[in-house]
C-alpha cells in the first residue's frame, strides 16, 4: 500500500437507485488461485476479485512456479500438481491479508522447500501461531518474530504427518491451512470444528476431485475427513459476487430514506449469510431473487429497499457467518430503534485491526452510545447520528468501508483517515456507491 487516501463524507442527499454488481468474493478468490496451481492442469477462473489481497496470492503462487494469464473475463492458471511447487526466489508478500498467509503457510507446510512470508504493517501484528502450532506437528519448522508474528520462514517438509486437529477458535482460516497441508501428506487428515465456519476450502477441493467427508459432531460442530496425498484436477471456477462486499451498499440503502437498489450474483453460501439473517431480524427489506446454483455455490440478487430497522441480539453463535460484517452492522444498530447486542465477539481483536475496539470508536467519535461488556458490543439505536468525527481504520478496509456509509447517514460531515486499504478488497467501492447516487466527493 503506498500512500494514504483521506477522504471526506457528507450525507446522502436523495435515495440510492439502481443495479449494482460487486466485486468476486476474497474468500473463494484465494482458495481458486492455490488450489489451481496445486492442480494438475489449467484452471480457468471467472469473475476473481482483482483486489490487492488476491493480486499477492497471484503473484505468490506464481513465485511458487504456477503460471498465470490474466484475459478480459477470466484468469488461466497452469498448476503445477500437490508437491510440486518450486522454491520462491525471494520474500513471499502477502500484504493485508491473513486469510492468504495462513492458507498458504499450510500449503507450504508440506511441500519440502524453503520460504519466507511477510505482509504489511496490519499482516505483520497478527498471531500466526494459531497455524504455525499445529503446522510444526507435520513436521515442518516455522521461525517466527516474537509473539509469532510475520515475517516468518517455514522449512517445509516432504514427508508430512497428516493431522488430526480440533480447532481451539472457530476459524476458517486455521481449518484450511489444515486442511491444505493435508493435501501432500499420506493418511487421513481431519479436523473438528466447534462451529461450522465457511466451507470454500471443503467445496473446492471437492470440485477439485477430492472425496471430502463432512459430518456433523455431538456438539453441532464438524469433523472434515480426507486422505491424502491429493491429486486435484483442474476445473473452471465461477467466483460469485461478495456477500461481504455486498453488505456496505446493503446497509446504506436500508438507512438512507427512499433508497431501492438491486445487488446482483451475490453468494449466499449459509455460511456466510449471518448478516442478512441479522438485518431481516431488525425489519429490513431484503427479497432475494434469481436464487441459482453456480460453480458449486448458491447465488442470487439482493433486492433492497430502505427501511426502519429495530435493535437486535446476534448470538455468539452466528459470530463466524459473518465475522466480517460487524463494524457495518454496528452502523445499522446506531441508526436502529432499541438496543443491539452483538455478542461472543472475542476474534475480532486478531482482525486487520483490533475490530472491537475500532468499531467502537468508529460509533463513538460520531455521536452514537456504545460499550462493551467482556467480549459483547451493546449500542443504544438512536434516530439520528451527529457524525462529525475522525474514524480512525488502522489500515482496515472494513472500518474504512464502514466510516464512508456512516458518513453518508449522519448529520455531519464525516473524516476518514485512511480509505485507500479498500482496494484490497473493494475496488472500485467509491464509484459503484456514486453510481447509485451516494455522491461522495473524492
Ligand atoms: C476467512 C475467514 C475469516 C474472515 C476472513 C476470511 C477465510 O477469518 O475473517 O476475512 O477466507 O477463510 P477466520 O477464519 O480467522 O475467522
Same mark, same amino acid.
Given at each position: ?148 508474528? %510475520? ?93 461481504s462486499s455486498a453488505a456496505f451498499p446493503v446497509v446504506a440503502a436500508l438507512l438512507i430514506p427512499n433508497s431501492e ?77 432499541g438496543t443491539s447486542r452483538l455478542q461472543g465477539l472475542a476474534e475480532l481483536r486478531v482482525k486487520e485491526s483490533d ?7 468508529? %460509533? ?79
Open positions: 500500500m503506498t500512500q494514504s487516501r483521506p477522504l471526506t463524507v457528507s450525507a446522502a442527499q436523495t435515495g440510492l437507485k439502481g443495479q449494482v454488481t460487486v466485486p468476486g468474493d476474497k474468500s473463494i478468490s484465494h482458495r481458486a488461485l492455490m488450489l489451481a496451481a496445486l492442480a494438475q492442469g489449467t484452471t480457468k477462473i471467472y469473475g476473481l476479485l482483482e483486489g490487492e489481497d488476491v493480486i499477492c496470492t497471484s503473484k505468490a503462487v506464481e513465485a511458487l512456479g504456477a503460471k498465470l494469464q490474466r484475459n478480459k473475463d477470466f484468469w488461466l492458471v497452469e498448476g503445477c500438481g500437490v508437491g510440486h511447487l518450486k522454491e520462491p526466489g525471494d520474500v513471499l508478500n502477502m500484504g493485508n491479508s491473513g486469510t492468504a498467509a495462513r492458507l498458504l503457510a499450510g500449503v507450504l507446510a508440506t511441500h519440502p522447500i524453503v520460504s519466507m512470508m511477510t505482509g504489511d504493517g496490519s499482516l505483520r501484528t497478527r498471531p500466526m501461531g494459531r497455524v504455525s502450532d499445529p503446522l510444526s506437528e507435520t513436521g515442518a519448522k516455522f521461525v517466527t518474530r516474537d509473539g509469532k508474528r %510475520l515475517p516468518m520462514t517455514i522449512i517445509g517438509t516432504g514427508d508430512g504427518k497428516p493431522l488430526h486437529y480440533k480447532l481451539p477458535v472457530a476459524s476458517a482460516q486455521v481449518k484450511s491451512a489444515i486442511m491444505l497441508a493435508g493435501l501432500n501428506c499420506t493418511g487421513q487428515t481431519c479436523v473438528e470444528e466447534p462451529v461450522a465456519t465457511r466451507d470454500h476450502t471443503e467445496n473446492m477441493l471437492r470440485h477439485f476431485g477430492l472425496d471430502v467427508s463432512v459430518t456433523e459432531s455431538d456438539n453441532g460442530g464438524r469433523f472434515i475427513r480426507f486422505e491424502g496425498p491429493a491429486s486435484l484436477k483442474a476445473r473452471d471456477i465461477i467466483v460469485p459476487g461478495d456477500p437498489v438491486v445487488i446482483e450474483n451475490i453468494g449466499l453460501n449459509l455460511l456466510r449469510t449471518g448478516i442478512f439473517t441479522t438485518l431481516l431480524e431488525m425489519g429490513a427489506s431484503i427479497e432475494i431473487k434469481n436464487e441459482r446454483i453456480e460453480g458449486g455455490e448458491k447465488v442470487g440478487d439482493l433486492h433492497v429497499k430502505a427501511s426502519t430497522l429495530h435493535g437486535v441480539t446476534v448470538p455468539a453463535e452466528r459470530a463466524p457467518s459473518m465475522i466480517d460484517e460487524y463494524p457495518i452492522l454496528s452502523v445499522a444498530c446506531a441508526l436502529a430503534q475490530r472491537l475496539a475500532s468499531t467502537v470508536a468508529l %460509533l463513538e467519535s460520531n455521536g452514537a452510545t456504545v460499550s462493551v461488556e467482556n467480549d459483547d458490543i451493546i449500542i443504544q439505536g438512536q434516530t439520528h447520528l451527529a457524525g462529525g468525527g475522525l474514524v480512525k481504520t488502522h489500515m482496515d478496509h472494513r472500518l474504512a468501508m464502514s466510516g464512508i456509509i456512516l458518513g453518508l447517514v449522519a448529520q455531519k460531515a464525516v473524516k476518514i483517515d485512511d480509505t485507500a486499504f479498500i482496494e484490497t478488497s473493494f475496488p472500485g467501492f467509491v464509484t459503484l456507491m456514486n453510481n447509485l447516487g451516494a455522491g461522495i466527493k473524492v
